[in-house]
């Protein structure tokens, strides 16, 4: 099942559940499915849209001075995949990437990302770069 079909079928369970914050929270993700004008999303489509939707409440909690995750952010991480951690980004380039193929350490990123995917943050592969 993919996870469009996903996050539509927990929406079914916490409507019967009587969850009122998942069924709001479910909503409004699939809301923002709907603004793409597209029946069927890719789990990269559908991906990219739960990682801005929580960038937006992680911002907004900050404003706000609250520094505890809101159920909003832990709702939309379910449905997130893992995410790479440093020391696998980090022994994945030192396994993979002759840095003398490149003009600059920055040119390996296009790598690595295309490696990684969604699993790895390009924030922090940017700074595992610039440290090395």
């Known amino acids: 099942m993919n996870l469009q079909k996903q996050i539509k079928s927990d929406l079914t369970a916490a409507i019967k559940a009587k969850d009122e914050k998942k069924k709001d929270t479910l909503r409004v993700i699939l809301g923002e499915f709907s603004r793409l004008h597209k029946k069927d999303l890719s789990d990269d489509e559908v991906i990219k849209i739960l990682k801005k939707l929580m960038k937006s409440e992680k911002e907004l909690l900050e404003k706000k001075g609250d520094e505890t995750d809101s159920r909003f ?42 490696h990684f995917g969604t699993t790895a943050d390009g924030n922090a592969v940017k700074k595992l770069l610039q440290k090395m």
């Open 73 to 114: 952010v832990s709702i939309i991480e379910n449905y997130l995949p893992k995410m790479a951690t440093q020391a696998e980004i980090s022994n994945w380039i030192d396994q993979n990437i002759d840095f003398s193929k490149f003009e600059n350490k920055m040119k390996a990123m296009g790598l690595i990302m295309k």
